[in-house]
Every structure is written in structure tokens, then in C-alpha cells.
């Protein structure tokens, strides 16, 4: 479980976002940030003994991504981000494999797995995967845990059939889709609960059997 001062902390920065103010209360952060790793340790605990492919070795501070924004291509120059994100990488399988990402932010948590705009190549072998295979991704996405749980991100999805495909095509509407992401959306107050590292866990049972598809669809 997390401190609610912790996401407090990026409300407060949101507002004093400037090198300035870092810099004069950088210690809130540091506060932040340990707190954060305390939990980032019970979830890789928990992910690893799940997922075979994920290192119990990992470090939690490899796994917290940087607080700072790269905004040298970028019209927005405010130096922080608004959020803290945690990147599972599962780098004992291969290059293409299925991320495991959570998302803090005020008003806008969430864990995410899958491919979040993919290239294209990965992209056009999920597509052939779910066109050989329908029935087995159809049965992964309908799983009533998985509704209950997750949601396909819809983010950028074409307005017309991709390449290949046509518009009348039984699937046509998972074909369309851009990134192969299930989200799983929390309110704020979960992460207060000593109950959320147990929930995530179940989070992680659930997603299992769609990663184990798109992991097989992007097998070299």
C-alpha cells in the first residue's frame, strides 16, 4: 500500500512545476519514492512467482521510471511528469514480449499489459494470430474475469480495415486496433489499502492467459 501522501505529492508538483521548487522540497520526493519502492518490492514478489518469465531479482528501482520529462522534441517545457510510472519488463523471454506497466496519478490509475503501439511488424502478426486463432482470443477477451477486470484500450484505433483485411471480416473490429493494451482501472483510494498488492496480484492471474497469446503470436 502506498502513503496518500505520495500521490499528493503530484498534485502539489503539478501546481510548482518548475526546477525551483524541486529543487527547495526535493526531500518530499525522496519520501515519495521510498514509499513507492516498498510496494514496487511486494509486486515483483508477487508478478515473478506468477509469471516465469519475470526476474524476483529485479530491482524496484530499475523498475520506477524517472520522474523527469525529456522535453527536448516537445512543445510542453514543464520538466516534471504528472505521474509515477512502474515498468515490469519481462526480459527473460525476449525482445518481443507483452509489457506489465502501472500508472499512478491523481484521478487516472491504472495497470496495463500488452503492446502499447506496437511496430509494425509485431503489430502484423498480432493481427494474423487473431485471424488464425479467433476462437482462442475470443475466449481469452470474454473470460467473465477478464471483463470484470480488464478492458481493451481502443487508443488511436483505424477507421478503416488495416491492410489486408476486409471491412466485413467476422473480427474486423479487434483487427483495427493499433495497440494490444488491457487496461485495468483503480481508484486513487486502493492504492491506501493494505489490500492492493493481493489485488494486483489477482490482476496478474487474470492477464495471464492474453499474455500467453500475444506472446505466442510474436514468437520469432
Known sequence: MLKKKTLDFLEVLNENNNREWFAENKQLYEEAKADLLVMIGQLIKELSAIDAHYSADTDPKKALMRIYRDVRFSKNKDPYKKNYGIAFDVKGYGPN???????????????????????????????????????????????????????????????????????????????????FIAIYNLPDAEFFKPSIVNKLKTAFEIIQPFVLFLRKATAS
Not at 496519478?105 to 495497470?111: L, M
Not at 482470443?137 to 484505433?157: C, G, H, P, R
Request: proline share 7%; aromatic share 14%; glycine share 4%.
Open 97 to 179: 514480449t507483452p509489457s506489465y506497466y502501472l500508472h499512478l496519478q491523481p484521478g487516472n490509475c491504472f495497470f496495463g499489459v500488452g503492446f502499447w503501439q506496437p511496430e509494425p511488424q509485431i503489430l502484423k502478426m498480432i493481427r494474423e494470430e487473431i485471424d488464425y486463432n479467433a476462437s482462442e482470443f475470443l475466449t481469452v477477451i470474454n473470460d467473465d474475469d477478464f471483463k470484470k477486470t480488464y478492458a481493451l484500450s481502443q487508443e488511436d484505433k483505424l477507421k478503416k480495415a488495416p491492410k489486408g483485411y476486409e471491412i466485413d471480416h467476422p473480427q474486423i473490429e479487434l483487427l483495427k486496433l493499433k495497440s
